[in-house]
């Protein structure tokens, strides 16, 4: 049927047009204006992978006071950046002030005996001639005992006549331990008492304090100015931006390190969004007037949450077990507090509105997080159902290691958040068994999968674990080291730990996006490329989906925007430029 001039025209007007849009947006990519006729930066990419059900994938989007404007689909022939744009990665527990402080510090991950640390720590006094003194101990995180064949002591440092006298503070590996100096043991009494919830190591030698016997070390350190803080939390930043993160949990924030943030939340340097966990001067008791549940205006800084602590680690034999240990049978671990005083202090805090989020290891430690959440779960939701309760107040066990069957099925049943790190599987695969003995790690340890319905969130422990979300990705769905690209079989180092825990890229994508953003109330927000939401995205070489998965563990991030703006770039060479620059 032939057309009426007047649609004829009007056919020949929407190709001229479509033609004059492709044009001109080749030209100059900024067609869309906000509400005072300023032109918004547009974005195109070879793909942009949204997250969001109902289109999950587009071409373009455009940007206006940091957030998505529009995500659309560009059908026509334009010109769109090199590279592959996915939702902007956070990490689900981390230390922002604690890995900055690790990054002017000793490194001594990976280190394979007890010269190997004397000679690093040489190294670093030499490129810093003011540490190792009484009002600048020298600091380090990453030491491991298995790699000595015992604990170290405080003779192991005193007996170098180079380092004899200096006062040192090093935490082991999962800084639940701390290893001193002779200089910093002469500040105590001669006779040190035990510590409920610590454990003084005596044997060897002394010079080892764990978990709550950490304390008084803490108390005579003498603590970083604001100056150094600052110091530290830009260049944890820039390294987090460098891997692709645009937002972290930071799991365990001092009242005078909130004011901090609030203030430098404010400022160009700040570059990643945090959520934080209020963490008392005195752990694992109720100061709600320390500080009020924080919302920063722009999303940089957030805080309605606390951290509380049921037990200690696994490698230093601290995760409170149900029963004892496979490796030592005469100890079952420790608790940090005990299961009626966790009760109470997460009822007090829900009262206040809190999310609670409480770090647990062992299986009895779990138990107890489960019972108090319970408990306080009762108490907030009247005749609701306590499922339903939970959507709202969203309480979190952090690190979730070892469960014992039956708590899994409470889990489920309450719908408690975990907070998973899939890098701790796989740095732990080496010695977990030796603890728990073969049952309970088939049954207990370290799950993913069994715990996805219940929207896990993913993420490292930095400064215990790197950063990088990609190594946690790689962990997850291989459940080999991302370090090595093996598994903890020598015969068959290709097949990964306890497979049938692992999950597929897209789950594990979640993990750091989605199920982050739901574990901080902001899923509205981050997580994901839709209107509306924070306009923070990762560029990438090539589709992940397409990649090997080999290469996920070494992939290297081109360029990481936050609120429109680009933090971090691979090649200062880049397409597009937005105004905000």
Not at 211 to 240: C, F, H, T, Y
Not at 466 to 484: D, E, L, M
Request: include cysteine; charge should be negative.
């Amino acid at each position: 049927m032939a057309l009426s001039p007047l649609l004829r025209w009007g056919s020949i007007i929407s190709v001229i047009a479509a033609a004059v849009f492709a044009y001109s947006f080749q030209q100059h990519p900024f067609l869309f204006t906000d509400v005072h006729n300023e032109p918004l930066p547009v974005y195109c990419y070879q793909n942009v992978r949204t997250h969001d059900a109902a289109d999950p994938s587009a071409t373009c989007f455009s940007v206006e006071d940091g957030l998505f404007r529009y995500v659309w689909t560009q059908d026509t022939d334009i010109s769109v950046s090199d590279g592959f744009a996915i939702p902007g990665l956070w990490d689900g527990h981390g230390h922002l002030l604690q890995y900055g402080e690790f990054l002017h510090s000793v490194d001594l991950f990976g280190s394979k005996s007890l010269d190997e640390v004397r000679d690093r720590i040489k190294t670093y006094l030499a490129a810093n001639p003011g540490a190792g003194t009484k009002g600048q101990w020298l600091r380090g995180i990453g030491w491991d005992q298995s790699a000595f064949g015992r604990m170290p002591t405080a003779d192991d440092i005193e007996q170098d006549d180079e380092l004899r006298g200096i006062f040192m503070m090093l935490d082991r590996i999962d800084v639940h331990c701390s290893w001193v100096s002779q200089a910093v043991l002469n500040l105590l009494p001669e006779e040190i008492p035990d510590v409920p919830g610590g454990d003084i190591i005596r044997d060897p030698g002394p010079g080892v304090f764990c978990d709550n016997a950490m304390d008084m070390i803490m108390a005579l350190w003498p603590q970083p100015g604001e100056e150094e803080k600052a110091r530290a939390v830009k260049s944890a930043m820039k390294e987090l931006n460098k891997v692709g993160l645009v937002g972290m949990h930071d799991a365990g924030v001092t009242a005078d390190n909130v004011r901090l943030y609030s203030k430098l939340a404010n400022s160009p340097d700040w570059t990643v969004r945090v959520y934080g966990m209020l963490e008392c001067a005195k752990r694992n008791t109720f100061c709600p007037e320390d500080t009020p549940q924080i919302s920063h205006p722009h999303g940089m800084f957030g805080l309605r949450s606390v951290k509380l602590f049921a037990d200690g680690a696994l490698g230093s034999w601290g995760s409170a077990m149900i029963e004892p240990y496979s490796d030592r049978p005469w100890t079952s671990g420790s608790l940090l507090i005990n299961a009626s005083a966790l009760t109470e202090v997460t009822k007090s805090w829900a009262r206040e509105g809190f999310q609670v989020n409480i770090h647990a290891i062992g299986d009895l430690a779990n138990r107890n997080a489960i019972d108090a959440f319970e408990a306080a779960l009762k108490e907030q939701c009247g005749q609701e159902s306590l499922a339903d309760c939970q959507s709202k107040h969203r309480f979190r066990i952090e690190h979730s290691q070892i469960i014992h069957p039956e708590d899994q099925k409470r889990m489920h049943a309450l719908g408690i958040i975990p907070s998973i790190q899939p890098t701790h599987a796989t740095s732990d695969m080496k010695y977990a068994e030796e603890r728990l003995g073969p049952k309970r790690t088939k049954e207990e340890a370290y799950r993913m999968k069994s715990l996805l319905d219940i929207k896990p969130v993913l993420g490292s422990d930095f400064p215990v674990e790197p950063p990088n979300p990609f190594q946690g990705i790689y962990a997850a769905v291989t459940r080999k080291s991302p370090h090595t690209g093996l598994g903890p079989d020598p015969k068959n180092p290709s097949e990964g730990w306890h497979t049938q825990e692992a999950l597929s890229l897209e789950e594990a994508l979640m993990g750091f996006t989605q199920n982050v953003a739901y574990g901080a109330f902001i899923e509205q927000y981050a997580g994901s490329i839709r209107r509306g939401a924070f306009a923070d995205w990762v560029v990438l070489d090539e589709p992940l989906e397409d990649m090997d998965v080999e290469k996920i563990r070494t992939l290297k991030v081109r360029e990481t925007w936050v609120a429109g703006r680009r933090v971090y770039s691979r090649d200062e060479t880049r397409w597009p430029l937005s105004d905000s620059e």
